[in-house]
Antibody, heavy 114, light 112 residues
Framework: VQLVESGGGLVQPGKSLKLSCSASGFTFSSYGMHWIRQAPGKGLDWVAYISSSSGTVYADAVKGRFTISRDNAKNTLYLQLNSLKSEDTAIYYC?????????WGQGVMVTVSS | DVLMTQTPVSLPVSLGGQVSISCRSSQSLVHSDGNTYLHWYLQKPGQSPQLLIYRVSNRFSGVPDRFSGSGSGTDFTLKISRVEPEDLGVYYCLQSTHFPYTFGAGTKLELK
């Protein structure tokens, strides 16, 4: 099982960014997937979930601004981040499995600053 | 949201020693499917979290039997015996019974 995030970087407040999580080593389409983030020096915050059938759930802090999606043909999970705020600055991790988040990627850094 | 209260914040330990970490939830973590979705993770410096214990007491693949989890309802404990250098880092509990999923604030296991 391997999960590799990409797409992070420095972005101005109010702008957008799209993160990707490339999955391999398992049948991606069969698993629910999550995004979790960790602000610098802080703890872990769950961000969003997408089921194997593409149902979605979001944390209140990102609802209406972030969109989780998946492309099973490409074995890739996405997180579209819009209207970014300074408090969205964090390492973003993708993780596998609906309940027992068992495998995590190495994370990708998103910095929101002018 | 379910509040996860994890204690202690910092836990000094001697190599070879035994420690316990507590995690209490503000409501029951028993899911409607009968499972209790309380898990434990270790995050080593500069790394992503790694799953140690899932559903209260099940060791994940490759996790040594020095790690054990117990508890029920709202009160859960992770025990680490014969602490080794590779056990140092920050431990988190996670509840995935209720959306939004929530983590404990973390316990830093460090050498005395």
């Amino acid at each position: 099982v391997q999960l590799v995030e990409s797409g992070g970087g420095l972005v101005q407040p109010g702008k957008s960014l799209k993160l990707s999580c490339s999955a391999s080593g398992f049948t991606f389409s069969s698993y629910g997937m999550h995004w979790i983030r960790q602000a610098p020096g802080k703890g872990l915050d769950w961000v969003a979930y997408i089921s194997s059938s593409s149902g979605t759930v979001y944390a209140d802090a990102v609802k209406g601004r972030f969109t989780i999606s998946r492309d099973n043909a490409k074995n890739t999970l996405y997180l579209q981040l819009n209207s970014l705020k300074s408090e969205d600055t964090a390492i973003y991790y993708c993780a596998r499995r609906a309940h027992n988040l068992d495998y995590w990627g190495q994370g990708v850094m998103v910095t929101v600053s002018s | 949201d379910v509040l996860m209260t994890q204690t202690p914040v910092s836990l000094p330990v001697s190599l070879g020693g035994q420690v316990s970490i507590s995690c209490r939830s503000s409501q029951s973590l028993v899911h409607s499917d009968g499972n209790t979705y309380l898990h434990w993770y270790l995050q080593k410096p500069g790394q992503s979290p790694q799953l140690l214990i899932y559903r209260v007491s099940n060791r994940f693949s490759g996790v040594p039997d020095r790690f054990s989890g117990s508890g029920s309802g709202t009160d859960f404990t992770l025990k680490i015996s014969r602490v080794e250098p590779e056990d140092l880092g920050v431990y988190y509990c996670l509840q995935s019974t209720h959306f939004p999923y929530t983590f404990g604030a973390g316990t830093k296991l460090e050498l005395k």
